[in-house]
C-alpha cells in the first residue's frame, strides 16, 4: 500500500477482554515500531521489529503486551485481558533498515476500554 | 541509552512572530535528530532530520533546527508562525555507529498554538 495501515481506526472494550491491533507497513520497509500515547503524553516506545525478529521488547508495559511479526509484513499487537489504563493511541510505524531513515506512521488505533 | 528532553510541553506564539521549540538528547554516541509534527487527529509526519554534515537542516514548511553537539540540542526554529503551524511537534534520537537494530526514541512533546 502507499502508507502505513492500521486497524481497525477505533476499538471500543469490556475490561478484561483481549485485543488485537493490526499493522500492515509500507511494502519493503523492513523496520517496524510500536508505540503507544496517552492522552496528552508523548509517545511511549513498544516493541521494535527488524523483519521478524523482535530485538528490542523493553518497552511492553507488562506481560499482558505480546505482538508478532509474519513475512517481515504485517505485525499484530495484542492486549490481553485488558485494563482501563491500556486505553490510548497506539501508533504503528515502519522505515526502511537503518535507523538513520524516516519513520512513516500510521493514524493509529485508538483504543478504549471500559 | 538515549533520551530526549523537549522544555515547554505547550508554546503559544503571536501570528508572524518567531517559533521557537526546545529539544535537548542524551545520547552514547553521535545521534541521529529528529522533528516530526502531528496534526490534529493525524498520524506523525517527518519534517526534518539531521543524520551527518551540515548542522543546520532545513526541512519543510518553512521549518529548521540546529545540531550543537557541545549543547547536545537540537532547537526547532521557524522565522514567522503561520495559524497552520498549530500541532504536537516532537523531537526524537537515534544513535548513530551501532548496528541498524536500534529504537528511535521520542520526546514527550511540545504543542503549539498560534494566535492571531
Known amino acids: 500500500g502507499a502508507g502505513v495501515s492500521q486497524s481497525p481506526s477505533n476499538k471500543v472494550t469490556e475490561k478484561g477482554k483481549d485485543v488485537e491491533l493490526r499493522c500492515d507497513p509500507i511494502?519493503?520497509?523492513?523496520?517496524l515500531y510500536w508505540y503507544r500515547q496517552s492522552l496528552g503524553q508523548g509517545l511511549e516506545f513498544l516493541i521494535y521489529?527488524?523483519?521478524?525478529?523482535?530485538?528490542?521488547k523493553s518497552g511492553l508495559p507488562s506481560d499482558r503486551f505480546s505482538a508478532e511479526r509474519t513475512g517481515g509484513s504485517v505485525s499484530t499487537l495484542t492486549i490481553q485481558r485488558t485494563q482501563q489504563e491500556d486505553s490510548a493511541v497506539y501508533l504503528c510505524?515502519?522505515?526502511?533498515?537503518?535507523?538513520?531513515?524516516?519513520?512513516?506512521f500510521g493514524q493509529g488505533t485508538r483504543l478504549t476500554v471500559v | 541509552a538515549q533520551s530526549v528532553t523537549q522544555l515547554g510541553s505547550h508554546v503559544s506564539v503571536s501570528e508572524g512572530a518567531l517559533v521557537l521549540l526546545r529539544c535537548n538528547y542524551s545520547?552514547?554516541?553521535?545521534?541521529?535528530l529528529f522533528w516530526y509534527v502531528q496534526y490534529p487527529n493525524q498520524g506523525l509526519q517527518l519534517l526534518l532530520k539531521?543524520?551527518?554534515?551540515?548542522?543546520l537542516v532545513k526541512g519543510i514548511n518553512g521549518f529548521e533546527a540546529e545540531f550543537k553537539k557541545s549543547e547536545t540540542s537540537f532547537h526547532l526554529t521557524k522565522p514567522s508562525a503561520h495559524m497552520s503551524d498549530a500541532a504536537e511537534y516532537f523531537c526524537?534520537?537515534?544513535?548513530?555507529?551501532?548496528?541498524?537494530?536500534?529504537?528511535?526514541?521520542f520526546g514527550p512533546g511540545t504543542s503549539l498554538s498560534v494566535i492571531p
Open positions: 510505524a515502519s522505515s526502511l533498515a537503518s535507523n538513520s531513515h524516516e519513520a512513516f
Open positions: 511494502s519493503g520497509h523492513t523496520a
Open positions: 521489529f527488524q523483519g521478524n525478529s523482535a530485538p528490542d
Open positions: 545520547s552514547s554516541v553521535p545521534p541521529y
Open positions: 539531521y543524520t551527518t554534515g551540515a548542522t
Open positions: 526524537a534520537v537515534s544513535e548513530k555507529g551501532k548496528t541498524s537494530y536500534d529504537k528511535v526514541i
